[in-house]
């Protein structure tokens, strides 16, 4: 059963939520946009549904929330270690089907492939998803030709309309709350897009001799690796270890994880100062065929979920899409010239 609520009566069912949880939703944080004096879209704690921004795709995914950018994963003096503490509230994260299935990625990485992470499972555990209903598509977004533009895998889920929202819910607790003050009760059916304006098509022929390819040479005078394509994408996870010395004699500190990319210099660097990827293309072409190659051979499942913020996010306008559309061209180039 679904759930018709105003502005009004969601603001109570938030209150009743952040009792025992966090809500975590897309919201403007003025100022601290890319640029002087600009804005930015990302992930923070929200206590009413009016600071959500329902109509724009976050520029920042919900990634951090469960994977931050810097996590402290104990304290060590020279004689003790303690554990940090987690997050003493529970999180509720209202997000969209391209991120929704960017879930089922992290869960992969960090759950089902191998013993499961204990820092990301002490957050996972602890989180409830709201899927926001999609009613048009963003600019860049590719999540049709992904298969992730719509989900069922929910606790709860949202359309808005003219400051009428309806829920469909799954999971009890949440439930109790939209029962006890919706508007009234309805049949929901969750809103999602059916076509992009970009569309992508990965080869059905592709293969790791992709690599051998041309295509990736322009990108070595375009790309100037900042790395900001991996930080705004909600399926990369890659990090290092580092510790932070309180004292000079290094006895006491911290060690933490701390995000990391494939795209950015260091990243492939090894003792006796070699690297392996030196050249921005032979990085772009690492992510790029891990991301709609080498990751479903291991999952099943493609690791890019369509959400178009890497194109969008980027300085020097390089397209991720535009460069997967290009690999069918890769291929026969490396077909016709005998590569292997």
């Keep these: 059963m679904g759930y018709q609520l105003r502005t009004e009566s969601l603001r109570k069912v938030f209150d009743a939520w952040s009792k025992e949880y966090d809500i975590y939703a897309p919201k403007i944080f003025e100022g601290t946009g890319r640029f002087s004096e600009t804005d930015v879209i990302r992930y923070g704690i929200v206590s009413s549904p009016e600071e959500i921004v329902w109509d724009q795709r976050s520029e920042y995914s ?21 554990e940090a503490d ?16 960017a879930v089922k990625r992290l869960d992969y990485m960090f759950r089902d492939n191998g013993p499961a992470d204990y820092y990301y499972e002490k957050l996972r555990e ?12 963003f600019d ?21 309309k ?3 929202y309806f829920f469909d819910c799954k999971e009890k607790y949440l439930q109790e709350a ?20 970009v569309t992508v098509h990965i080869p059905e022929e592709l293969d790791s001799g992709a690599a051998a390819s041309t295509i990736w040479d322009e ?22 270890m580092q510790d932070l010395f309180y004292s000079e004699n290094g006895k006491a500190g911290e060690r933490r ?19 392996f990827r030196q050249k921005s293309g032979q990085r772009m072409r690492f992510k790029v065929l891990h991301k709609v190659l080498d990751f479903k051979k291991r999952a099943g499942f493609q690791m890019c979920v369509g959400c178009g913020r890497c194109d969008a996010i980027c300085p020097e306008y390089i397209s991720f899409s535009h460069c997967v559309n290009k690999l069918g061209d890769a291929m026969r180039e490396v077909k016709e010239n005998g590569k292997k």
């Excluded at 989180?127 to 048009?136: D, R, T």
């Excluded at 990108?219 to 290092?240: A, L, M």
């Excluded at 990319?261 to 070699?274: F, K, L, P, Q, W």
């Design 86 to 101: 987690f997050p003493q509230k529970k999180a509720i994260i209202f997000l969209r089907s391209c991120d929704l299935h």
């Design 126 to 137: 602890n989180v409830k998803f709201v899927l926001i209903g999609c009613e048009k598509s």
């Design 257 to 275: 994880r701390v995000q990391a990319s494939c795209m950015i210099d260091g990243y492939t660097e090894v003792a006796g100062g070699g690297c």
């Design 178 to 197: 939209l029962q006890k003050f919706a508007v009234s009760e309805i049949p929901v059916a969750v809103e999602y897009v059916t076509r992009n304006k």
């Design 62 to 82: 919900f990634k951090e929330i469960v994977v931050p950018i810097c996590q402290t994963l104990f304290y060590f003096t020279e004689t003790q270690i303690k």
């Design 162 to 164: 003219n400051e009428t």
């Design 140 to 160: 860049d977004c590719f999540c049709v030709s992904m298969g992730t533009n719509k989900s069922n895998v929910y606790d709860a889920a949202v359309n808005v």
């Design 219 to 240: 990108y070595d005078k375009r790309c100037i690796t900042c790395g900001r394509c991996t930080i705004v994408c909600p399926t990369c996870t890659c990090w290092s």
